[in-house]
């Protein structure tokens, strides 16, 4: 009889330990891409993530953020606590200093708890899908989510909203499952609705990129009251996630204002909304993606076979529940591809890909619910099937990503800095370098903390500041710098000084067009580069350009 028990109890354990696997592959795989990228201030590398650290700091410090365009005020606040936490003893101003001096390990640390959190609520949701559904194909559709594509473990190695997002996206699934099962949705209709309210503005506080999903629970709202309270609950969470940022919110509106009316990134082009040239060309590139295609496909057939066999009402019935999730999640989909073709970029679709894993579980589901045990074993052939394809294509794009992440690591690295010590070593966008990192993401803060830095970086690390901002554009935190010149943490400076007291001067930065059109006002034309007089350009690497007047880069020795 205890060899029967000790034998049910590990029988019960099984699925656990199954449903454990992807989430720790999840784990360990973000882990690998962050140690194959490198440090967190080579140039591929450092933006958003040095942002978001600094205005950290500023709420640490109970300051406002500076950098509100997402908004983003939950990842900045997430990562102040977490910094406060770790620091337990410390006064403000001793984390502060030590954070300041060690920025890559509070990035670390930030980062491997939000991963963490992220593998966490994977393996919660197999665990309820698993309860649910009494399977273990269904939970693996879940699970696979942030796998459906490299764009989700790429960005989940930064600090930035991206990562959080498919935390709020998963919350999102995860509620979505508890809603699925039998009779709780009909019993619970207000504290589904109030958790549906919360996710969101937790969702759209994080990055209003989120806005679009806002719609997934809308089918199962059929009272007005539900409506009302969905949008106050909204409303609420919102404010709520974004206190901190309460000072600034006549800037965030002004930004999403100017962010809604122009045509091209950043608020800029004609006032037209959209391009309309270009938008239709945009939405078909997003919306052909196999990731977003390919279970929308499996979706309109699903729809198709059931609106015809069950008089053409499918919101009735044992299926109802799930057609309503089913469909509000690929108009979630549809709507977040329409908002991205006006800025069209991958990483916008993250919560939107992560979405798909919950439209293909449904589909099985309602198939597995409704055929006969013949045909179920071939649907399960046809799941199983597809989840080891999806492994398989996943895990070589993984590894070719990794792969090109490492490169562009070595890559930055060939070029050393410290063999330029005695140098002005003059930094511009992008460059990889400890001190360019932390005079951006203090420019991103505010430049709040340029006073400690001064005592920080090396007195013979500079800023050459070349952006060219548009008034028109949104980068607010940028216009306070559109001004090109050479600067410190204490604000521009004299090039001359630059000249008499170092013996020689050292660019590096990935912007060259920048950097040739407005250096000239800073060195007479016989002492800049392109005259190929003073400066030798041995040290180009890849993706960045060092210029030199000093020697030729080791690198180059070889």
């Not at 989510?145 to 989700?152: A, D, E, G, Q, R």
């Not at 009909?186 to 919360?198: I, T």
């Not at 109802?320 to 970029?345: H, Y």
């Given at each position: 009889?205890?060899?029967?028990?000790?034998d049910?109890?590990?029988?019960?354990?099984?699925?656990?330990?199954?449903?454990?696997?992807?989430?720790?592959?999840?784990?360990?795989?973000?882990?690998?891409?962050?140690?194959?990228?490198?440090?967190?201030?080579?140039?591929?590398?450092?933006?958003?993530?040095?942002?978001?650290?600094?205005?950290?700091?500023?709420?640490?410090?109970?300051?406002?953020?500076?950098?509100?365009?997402?908004?983003?005020?939950?990842?900045?606040?997430?990562?102040?606590?977490?910094?406060?936490?770790?620091?337990?003893?410390s006064?403000?101003d001793?984390?502060?200093?030590?954070?300041?001096?060690?920025?890559?390990?509070?990035?670390?640390?930030?980062?491997?708890?939000?991963?963490?959190?992220?593998s966490?609520?994977?393996?919660?949701?197999?665990?309820?899908?698993?309860?649910?559904?009494?399977?273990?194909?269904?939970?693996?559709?879940?699970?696979?989510?942030?796998?459906?594509?490299?764009?989700?473990?790429?960005?989940?190695?930064?600090?930035?909203?991206?990562?959080?997002?498919?935390?709020?996206?998963?919350?999102?699934?995860?509620?979505?499952?508890?809603?699925?099962?039998?009779?709780?949705?009909?019993?619970?209709?207000?504290?589904?609705?109030?958790?549906?309210?919360?996710?969101?503005?937790?969702?759209?506080?994080?990055k209003?990129?989120?806005?679009?999903?806002?719609?997934?629970?809308?089918?199962?709202?059929?009272?007005?009251?539900?409506?009302?309270?969905?949008?106050?609950?909204?409303?609420?969470?919102?404010?709520?996630?974004?206190?901190?940022?309460?000072?600034?919110?006549?800037?965030?509106?002004?930004?999403?204002?100017?962010?809604?009316?122009?045509?091209?990134?950043?608020?800029?082009?004609?006032?037209?909304?959209?391009?309309?040239?270009?938008?239709?060309?945009?939405?078909?590139q997003?919306?052909?993606?196999?990731?977003?295609?390919?279970?929308?496909?499996?979706?309109?057939?699903?729809?198709?076979?059931?609106?015809?066999?069950?008089?053409?009402?499918?919101?009735?019935g044992?299926?109802?529940?799930?057609?309503?999730?089913?469909?509000?999640?690929?108009?979630?989909?549809?709507?977040?591809?329409?908002?991205?073709?006006?800025?069209?970029?991958?990483?916008?679709?993250?919560?939107?890909?992560?979405?798909?894993?919950?439209?293909?579980?449904?589909?099985?589901q309602?198939?597995?619910?409704?055929?006969?045990?013949?045909?179920?074993?071939?649907?399960?052939?046809?799941?199983?099937?597809?989840?080891?394809?999806?492994?398989?294509?996943?895990?070589?794009?993984?590894?070719?990503?990794?792969?090109?992440?490492?490169?562009?690591?070595?890559?930055?690295?060939?070029i050393?800095?410290?063999?330029?010590?005695?140098?002005?070593?003059?930094?511009h966008?992008?460059?990889?370098?400890?001190?360019?990192?932390?005079?951006?993401?203090?420019?991103?803060?505010?430049?709040?903390?340029?006073?400690?830095?001064?005592?920080?970086?090396?007195?013979?690390?500079?800023?050459?500041?070349?952006?060219?901002?548009?008034?028109?554009?949104?980068?607010?935190?940028?216009?306070?710098?559109?001004?090109?010149?050479?600067?410190?943490?204490?604000?521009?400076?004299?090039?001359?000084?630059i000249e008499?007291?170092?013996?020689?001067?050292?660019?590096?930065?990935?912007?060259?067009?920048?950097?040739?059109?407005?250096l000239?006002?800073?060195?007479?034309?016989?002492?800049?580069?392109?005259?190929?007089?003073?400066?030798?350009?041995?040290?180009?690497?890849?993706?960045?350009?060092?210029?030199?007047?000093?020697?030729?880069?080791?690198?180059?020795?070889?």
């Amino acid at each position: 009889m205890i060899k029967e028990m000790s034998d049910k109890k590990l029988i019960l354990n099984w699925p656990n330990l199954y449903l454990l696997v992807f989430p720790v592959i999840f784990f360990f795989t973000i882990f690998w891409l962050r140690e194959a990228s490198g440090p967190y201030w080579l140039h591929f590398n450092l933006d958003p993530t040095y942002s978001y650290f600094f205005n950290s700091l500023n709420l640490l410090n109970g300051m406002a953020p500076s950098h509100i365009d997402h908004p983003g005020t939950p990842v900045q606040f997430l990562g102040a606590l977490i910094i406060k936490i770790a620091s337990l003893g410390s006064d403000v101003d001793q984390i502060t200093d030590t954070a300041l001096r060690d920025p890559e390990k509070y990035i670390q640390l930030i980062s491997n708890v939000i991963i963490f959190l992220n593998s966490l609520i994977l393996f919660i949701i197999g665990i309820v899908a698993h309860k649910i559904f009494g399977n273990l194909i269904s939970p693996t559709f879940l699970q696979l989510s942030p796998f459906l594509s490299t764009l989700i473990l790429r960005h989940g190695t930064h600090f930035k909203p991206e990562i959080v997002l498919v935390f709020a996206t998963l919350a999102l699934i995860l509620l979505s499952l508890y809603a699925l099962k039998p009779g709780l949705f009909d019993k619970n209709q207000k504290k589904f609705v109030f958790c549906y309210g919360l996710i969101a503005g937790f969702g759209v506080a994080t990055k209003i990129i989120f806005i679009p999903l806002l719609v997934l629970p809308i089918l199962l709202f059929i009272k007005k009251s539900n409506f009302f309270l969905y949008a106050l609950t909204i409303i609420f969470s919102f404010l709520f996630f974004t206190l901190p940022m309460i000072e600034v919110y006549d800037r965030f509106f002004q930004f999403v204002e100017r962010l809604f009316w122009g045509s091209e990134s950043y608020g800029a082009g004609a006032k037209t909304i959209i391009d309309y040239q270009n938008y239709l060309a945009y939405v078909y590139q997003l919306f052909m993606r196999p990731v977003l295609l390919i279970p929308f496909i499996f979706s309109l057939f699903t729809f198709s076979k059931f609106y015809f066999s069950e008089s053409k009402n499918i919101l009735s019935g044992e299926n109802k529940t799930f057609f309503q999730i089913l469909i509000g999640a690929n108009c979630a989909q549809l709507f977040l591809i329409l908002f991205v073709a006006k800025n069209p970029s991958g990483q916008y679709l993250i919560p939107g890909i992560i979405l798909s894993g919950l439209t293909i579980m449904i589909n099985f589901q309602i198939w597995h619910k409704t055929i006969n045990q013949k045909l179920k074993t071939r649907l399960n052939f046809f799941a199983i099937s597809l989840i080891t394809i999806i492994i398989i294509e996943q895990s070589f794009s993984t590894y070719k990503s990794g792969k090109e992440l490492r490169e562009l690591h070595t890559e930055a690295m060939k070029i050393n800095n410290e063999e330029f010590s005695s140098c002005a070593r003059i930094y511009h966008t992008w460059a990889s370098s400890k001190s360019f990192a932390l005079y951006w993401g203090d420019n991103a803060g505010g430049q709040s903390f340029a006073s400690q830095l001064s005592g920080i970086i090396p007195k013979n690390d500079f800023w050459f500041t070349i952006h060219e901002v548009s008034e028109k554009e949104v980068r607010d935190f940028l216009l306070r710098i559109k001004k090109p010149g050479i600067r410190n943490s204490e604000g521009y400076i004299d090039h001359s000084k630059i000249e008499e007291n170092y013996p020689c001067i050292y660019f590096r930065g990935t912007d060259r067009g920048q950097f040739f059109k407005n250096l000239p006002q800073f060195f007479s034309s016989e002492e800049i580069m392109i005259s190929e007089k003073k400066f030798n350009q041995t040290c180009i690497g890849k993706d960045e350009n060092v210029f030199t007047d000093f020697k030729t880069c080791e690198r180059n020795k070889e």
